[in-house]
């Protein structure tokens, strides 16, 4: 049987939109910050009027600070190092982890349609994104602060409001 020692490296970019359960990502051949800019500018695509509040580690090839252009429409927000349990996209990759791991892909591209596979769900189903977050620090606050916002907005626009419930 013969025997490859050599291997080949990609990376992947992937962010939870926790407010529309939307999802994005990006195949990378490293991990840099010229990489994590241009996936910066991929989520600012998404909703270019919106301001973006990105979580992420201190990570060497994370920036701390965007070009102009970018500035105004992205926030960051450091986790403390070495602290995963606190980063909501991380269940994401144990579920990808589970689909693709202990398999012997011939090649990079194989392995990343495998990969694809294992996302797909998430990107097409927006209670899939959703069911990553659970009951945790970050979906209360979320919760709180759009709790808050919409109590705002009927303060300020009280005849301008209709509250609609139920489903169907």
């Excluded at 990378?28 to 301001?51: D, G, R």
């Excluded at 693709?100 to 998430?122: C, H, Q, R, V, Y």
Aim: hydrophobic share 40%; charged share 20%.
């Amino acid at each position: 049987m013969s025997h490859n020692d050599r291997y080949e490296w990609g990376y992947i970019y992937g962010a939870l939109d926790i407010v529309r359960g939307k999802t994005e990502f990006i195949y990378s051949p490293t991990v840099s910050l010229e990489w994590s800019n241009e996936f910066v500018k991929q989520l600012v695509s998404t909703a270019p009027e919106a301001i973006h509040i990105i979580l992420w580690d201190n990570a060497g090839y994370h920036p701390e600070t965007l070009n102009w252009e970018l500035s105004e429409s992205v926030r960051f927000i450091p986790f403390p190092a070495y602290s995963p349990d606190l980063n909501p996209i991380e269940p994401l990759w144990n579920a990808v982890k589970q689909e693709i791991g202990n398999i012997l892909w011939s090649t990079l591209e194989d392995m990343e349609t495998g990969i694809d596979k294992a996302l797909k769900p998430f990107w097409t189903d927006v209670k899939r994104v959703w069911s990553l977050l659970g009951n945790t620090w970050l979906t209360r606050a979320v919760i709180i602060y759009l709790q808050k916002r919409i109590d705002q907005f009927f303060l300020l626009n009280p005849s301008d409001c209709q509250l609609h419930t139920g489903y169907g």
